[in-house]
């Protein structure tokens, strides 16, 4: 089965694992902007990060026939400097014209600190003002169902944002339905110990369903598995679910929430075709 995985750094992963995906039906992913491992001390780094998503990892994806997207940001994680932060967001603009840019992402909440609500609050203007698509990462473990409360209200609080244009990641049984019921798209992270295994992102599926939801693996320099979403194929398979429940969930959702992106061009598969014209009235080719 084809899938997509819409949530995965490859900049961490060595080349053999966009070949396993590929072997495995991968057929696109997304990288949003993180963490580096190690805060960044100037705006120069980060500008060089943008090129390496923008230029480098495309071309490593085309080896493998998979399309690469990306998401700007600078992370939760570095919002605490927040002079360094503002230079970030500034200097964005320059890369959201590039091929395969899907929007303003991963931000969010880290440990739900001043600095860091008031860096999500001026990347969240900057993709109004842009029109852009917002990839949100919620924060881990014990933080994070006081977080994605954070997150919502603030979203909320601004009537410029459409929920149908937000992707709530990294939710798990006690957030998914706050995300949901706020009109939000979110997803699930399959990740082997601060987030979902792909037999609790199965019980999530079948508590809430499969709309406006998916699945990634989030793959970084932790350890984390980038088949992660073969895998919840696979559960979701055993326990009996129909085929096209489960292409819903890793493919067409995916697919769904990026043709909502200004810059959408859909790549010139017969699968994606008949499925939907391509959006913005453009013709299709291959990003």
């Given at each position: 089965?084809?899938?997509?995985?819409?949530?995965?750094?490859m900049i961490?992963?060595?080349?053999?694992?966009?070949?396993?995906?590929?072997?495995?039906?991968?057929?696109?992913?997304?990288?949003?902007a993180?963490?580096?491992?190690?805060d960044?001390?100037?705006?120069?780094?980060?500008?060089?990060?943008?090129?390496?998503?923008?230029?480098?990892?495309?071309?490593?994806a085309?080896?493998?026939?998979?399309?690469?997207?990306?998401?700007?940001?600078?992370?939760?994680?570095?919002?605490?400097?927040?002079?360094?932060?503002?230079?970030?967001?500034?200097?964005?603009?320059e890369?959201?014209?590039?091929?395969?840019?899907?929007?303003?992402?991963?931000?969010g909440?880290?440990?739900?600190?001043?600095?860091?609500?008031t860096?999500?609050?001026?990347?969240?203007?900057?993709?109004?003002?842009?029109?852009?698509?917002?990839?949100?990462h919620?924060?881990?473990?014990?933080?994070?169902?006081?977080?994605?409360?954070?997150?919502?209200?603030?979203l909320?609080?601004?009537?410029?944002?459409?929920?149908?244009?937000?992707?709530?990641?990294?939710v798990e049984?006690?957030?998914?339905?706050?995300?949901?019921?706020?009109?939000?798209?979110?997803?699930?992270?399959?990740?082997?110990?601060?987030?979902c295994?792909?037999a609790?992102?199965?019980?999530?599926?079948?508590?809430?369903?499969?709309?406006?939801?998916?699945a990634?693996?989030?793959?970084?320099?932790?350890?984390?598995?980038?088949?992660?979403?073969?895998?919840?194929?696979?559960?979701m398979?055993?326990?009996?679910?129909?085929?096209?429940?489960?292409?819903?969930?890793?493919?067409?959702?995916?697919?769904?929430?990026?043709r909502?992106?200004?810059?959408?061009?859909?790549?010139?598969?017969?699968?994606?075709?008949?499925?939907a014209?391509?959006?913005?009235g453009?013709?299709?080719?291959?990003?």
């Open positions: 089965m084809d899938y997509i995985d819409p949530h995965i750094h961490s992963r060595v080349t053999d694992d966009y070949h396993r995906m590929a072997q495995c039906g991968c057929a696109a992913i997304s990288e949003p993180f963490w580096a491992g190690f960044r001390g100037s705006v120069e780094g980060f500008r060089d990060y943008f090129r390496h998503l923008t230029e480098v990892e495309p071309k490593r085309a080896q493998f026939n998979i399309k690469h997207y990306s998401w700007l940001c600078i992370n939760a994680k570095e919002a605490e400097n927040v002079s360094l932060s503002r230079e970030v967001i500034a200097m964005i603009p890369f959201l014209n590039r091929p395969g840019v899907l929007g303003i992402g991963e931000i909440l880290n440990k739900n600190t001043k600095n860091e609500a860096i999500f609050q001026e990347h969240v203007d900057l993709a109004m003002k842009t029109d852009e698509l917002i990839l949100i919620t924060p881990h473990l014990e933080d994070k169902y006081m977080g994605t409360r954070m997150i919502i209200d603030m909320k609080g601004d009537s410029r944002v459409k929920p149908e244009r937000v992707l709530i990641d990294h049984e006690h957030t998914v339905r706050h995300a949901l019921d706020n009109g939000f798209w979110c997803a699930m992270t399959l990740y082997p110990t601060t987030k295994t792909p609790r992102a199965a019980d999530i599926i079948e508590m809430v369903g499969t709309e406006r939801i998916m990634n693996s989030a793959g970084d320099w932790g350890k984390s598995d980038p088949l992660a979403v073969p895998e919840l194929i696979q559960e398979k055993r326990r009996g679910h129909p085929e096209a429940s489960i292409k819903k969930l890793v493919y067409d959702n995916p697919l769904a929430f990026w909502q992106s200004q810059r959408w061009q859909e790549w010139p598969t017969e699968s994606v075709k008949a499925e014209p391509v959006a913005k453009k013709k299709a080719v291959a990003v």
